[in-house]
Antibody, heavy 121, light 108 residues
């Protein structure tokens, strides 16, 4: 059974940093790209970014709203994807979901339960 | 354009058919995927590609696409289908991903 479990959320002050983790099980983690998707309170889904599998260079893409502040990385040996969030703003508040990305046609076929990040002083 | 546009809200009578649409230039090049999100829960993939359903998704859910419009159809809507529905696709560059604003489906 595929499982994705996010952790690391919490309350953080504006301008500070936070690192989220996504621990995967039930599939060959290294074979898949992984994304982070967030949802502000009462709002819709927003793609944050993804990291390709090592077979495709392990490179990353980020949404314009977080470019230069957020970094996605992965440790295939530990089956974990990370989202490093720096210079946090109040508008970064929301639930952050980890997803498994699956090929062509492109889709997010599995989602974690999400972790809440609150940016407030 | 890298936007996907959805109607904010749609309603359907129990047992009737409803279509939820998603429009965007990127849909000329890329298929949409559709996600159901019930209150307080994580999204779930319901349709992807030309018209593919993941295992466990009822066959009353179907998808189609024409030009810049993708559609999710629920044939014989059930009370449990009341949820928010989001479309998504790669953007026109192919390197990023975009979501529609979501459609709140009410089953009357």
């Amino acid at each position: 059974e595929v499982q994705l479990v996010e952790s690391g959320g919490g309350l953080v002050q504006p301008g500070r940093s936070l690192r989220l983790s996504c621990t995967a099980s039930g599939f060959t983690f290294g074979d898949y790209a992984m994304s982070w998707v967030r949802q502000a309170p009462g709002k819709g889904l927003e793609w944050v970014g993804f990291i390709r599998s090592k077979a495709y260079g392990g490179t990353t893409e980020n949404a314009a709203s977080v470019k230069g502040r957020f970094t996605i990385s992965r440790d295939d040996s530990k089956r974990i994807a990370y989202l490093q969030m720096n210079s946090l703003k109040s508008e970064d508040t929301g639930v952050y979901y980890c997803t498994r990305d699956n090929g062509d046609p492109y889709r997010f076929d599995y989602w974690g339960q999400g972790t809440l990040v609150t940016v407030s002083s | 354009s890298s936007e996907l546009t959805q109607d904010p809200a749609v309603s359907v009578a129990l047992g009737q058919t409803v279509r939820i649409t998603c429009q965007g230039d990127s849909l000329r090049s890329y298929y949409a995927s559709w996600y159901q999100q019930r209150p307080g829960q994580a999204p779930v993939l319901v349709i992807y590609g030309k018209n593919n359903r993941p295992s466990g998704i009822p066959d009353r859910f179907s998808g189609s696409s024409s030009g810049i419009t993708a559609s999710l159809t629920i044939t014989g809507a059930q009370a449990e289908d009341e949820a928010d529905y989001y479309c998504s696709s790669r953007d026109s560059s192919g390197n990023h991903v975009v979501f529609g604003g979501g459609t709140k489906l009410t089953v009357l």
